[in-house]
């Protein structure tokens, strides 16, 4: 079965790859730090923008934003170096990590921070620590103590905030609703000529916009402009035949 294409247009991207078979990729404090080393030299010769990131013990997220479509050549060379320099302290062989890594485009400023908070709250969703700057591996922690790795993040959106604000914001949990937001990601259509489109509009907006619409007008916008009608009656809480029965009587 052929892979999905991946999204390589420039913009933002929450990043996750994780450790075969989910063992541990970050044994000490060291491996952190040499990790987030590779990170700096990727950010320079890339030029990518670190806006957030957060390394667990097994995995990582990271909040990244490309200028040039050359996301799988700095991908490629973040995780190849660090498990060459993993591989070579502990003495291993074979794959570090399991598989390809986990890329999510995303849709917009809302979804930017959700992902934002989603990543920095890791650490308090694992039950590692009971507030969110306490983990030292993450980037909230590197602005609230002003640490040697705050360069990581020149040029990110988080400093768009105070950093009391910002704190502020992590610390409130997001609702489930918006969780289930987290992992979406624009969906790619590949033409017949071999080209792709990526809709970028989240499906939700159809929704939150232009209240004056009837609800007909907007499932039959959101239809139009690609989603499935399976998606459509998830998102609204009702079965694919009702949807079927609103596309039907716009379209009379």
Request: proline share 3%.
């Amino acid at each position: 079965m052929p892979r999905k294409p991946r999204i390589v247009y420039p913009g933002y991207y929450h990043l996750i790859s994780r450790g075969v078979e989910r063992r541990d990729v970050f044994l000490h404090r060291y491996d952190f730090e040499a990790f987030l080393d590779i990170l700096a030299v990727v950010k320079k010769r890339y030029e990518v923008t670190v806006h957030a990131f957060c390394l667990m013990s097994n995995h990582y997220h990271l909040l990244l934003e490309t200028h040039q479509e050359n996301l799988p050549d700095a991908m490629r060379y973040l995780n190849s170096h660090y498990s060459a320099w993993f591989n070579k302290k502990y003495e291993r062989s074979g794959h570090l990590w399991q598989g390809r890594y986990h890329s999510y485009y995303l849709f917009d400023d809302l979804h930017f921070w959700n992902v934002a908070k989603y990543i920095e709250r890791n650490p308090v969703a694992a039950n590692i620590v009971e507030n969110v700057e306490q983990y030292p591996y993450q980037s909230l922690y590197q602005w609230q103590n002003n640490t040697e790795f705050m360069a990581l993040l020149e040029g990110s959106m988080i400093f768009d905030m105070q950093l009391k604000e910002y704190n502020t914001f992590i610390s409130i949990a997001h609702d489930e609703k918006t969780l289930t937001s987290i992992y979406k990601s624009p969906r790619i259509i590949r033409r017949d000529d071999g080209t792709i489109e990526v809709k970028r509009r989240r499906l939700e907006s159809f929704f939150e916009q232009d209240l004056a619409a009837s609800r007909s007008r907007k499932v039959s916008d959101a239809a139009a402009y690609g989603y499935s009608q399976t998606e459509i009656a998830h998102y609204l809480q009702i079965s694919v035949t009702a949807v079927s029965k609103i596309l039907k009587k716009t379209l009379k």
